[in-house]
């Protein structure tokens, strides 16, 4: 059974592969394809952006071997403050993380403050000035 499970990419070469068999019971390979199919069609790991990222921020993409897993969102606002939204998902884990930049004339930073969640969902707040 491990060897069928190794070949089972794409998932359509599990059932052909359930279907040659003929050590294979049919109750137990109709569980099998069961468990095959609700692990196929599982939620994304890809979390949605919350709400108050605007629309134009510009967005990239986090990947956690090349599945999307997660964003970085970079705006200004009117004020000139700098924002970033970062966060992932990795199994459950991973953070979420609110950061405003504010810069001086010469577009140093002058001050950073951050606050949201670390990788393991602990609430984490940090700033300088």
């Not at 060897?3 to 019971?25: D, E, H, Q």
Request: aromatic share 6%.
């Amino acid at each position: 059974m491990q060897s069928m499970i190794a070949n089972c990419k794409p998932l359509t070469n599990c059932f052909k592969l359930l279907r040659k068999s003929r050590s294979v019971s049919f109750l137990p390979a109709l569980a099998f394809a069961a468990i095959l199919i609700a692990q196929h069609q599982q939620q994304s790991p890809l979390p949605e952006l919350p709400a108050e990222v605007p629309r134009d921020a510009d967005i990239r993409m986090v990947l956690l071997d090349k599945i999307p897993t997660g964003q970085d969102a970079v705006w200004k606002s009117a004020d000139g403050t700098i924002h970033e939204f970062l966060q992932f998902n990795d199994r459950g884990r991973g953070p979420k993380i609110y950061t405003r930049y504010r810069l001086d004339g010469k577009g140093l930073i002058l001050s950073e403050e951050s606050k949201g969640v670390d990788y393991m969902k602990t609430p984490s707040q940090r700033g300088s000035h």
